[in-house]
Nanobody, 121 residues
Framework: QVQLVESGGGLVQAGGSLRLSCAAS????????MGWYRQAPGKQRELVAT???????NYADSVKGRFTISRDNAKNTVFLQMNSLKPEDTAVYYC???????????????WGKGTLVTVSS
């Protein structure tokens, strides 16, 4: 089995910062792309940022210059540093990873349960 567990969400004032973490655990042979998505109330889930195993990154236009995604391949962990937070960043943030399990010949998508980020004005 594989699990993704997020941490680091919470309540912050506009202009503040938070750092999200997501650790993958279980029978993992390798981890390909990892990323963060978010879903605000009444809206569809949207991409925030992704990072490849080679550490190439991609960001939504709405977070460019404010958020930074990074990863620790040795620990199968992905991070999201969020600075200059705005009320419109309020959402549940979900971790995603494309993981190759031990004994399985193809990678599968996994999701965390989400962590709530609330930005007050």
């Amino acid at each position: 089995q594989v699990q993704l567990v997020e941490s680091g969400g919470g309540l912050v004032q506009a202009g503040g910062s938070l750092r999200l973490s997501c650790a993958a655990s279980g029978s993992i042979f390798g981890v390909n792309d990892m990323g963060w998505y978010r879903q605000a109330p009444g809206k569809q889930r949207e991409l925030v940022a992704t990072i490849t195993s080679g550490e190439s990154t991609n960001y939504a236009d709405s977070v460019k210059g404010r958020f930074t995604i990074s990863r620790d391949n040795a620990k199968n962990t992905v991070f999201l540093q969020m600075n200059s937070l705005k009320p419109e960043d309020t959402a549940v943030y979900y971790c995603h990873a494309d993981i190759l399990r031990v004994g399985v010949g193809y990678a599968m998508n996994y999701w965390g349960k989400g962590t709530l980020v609330t930005v007050s004005s």
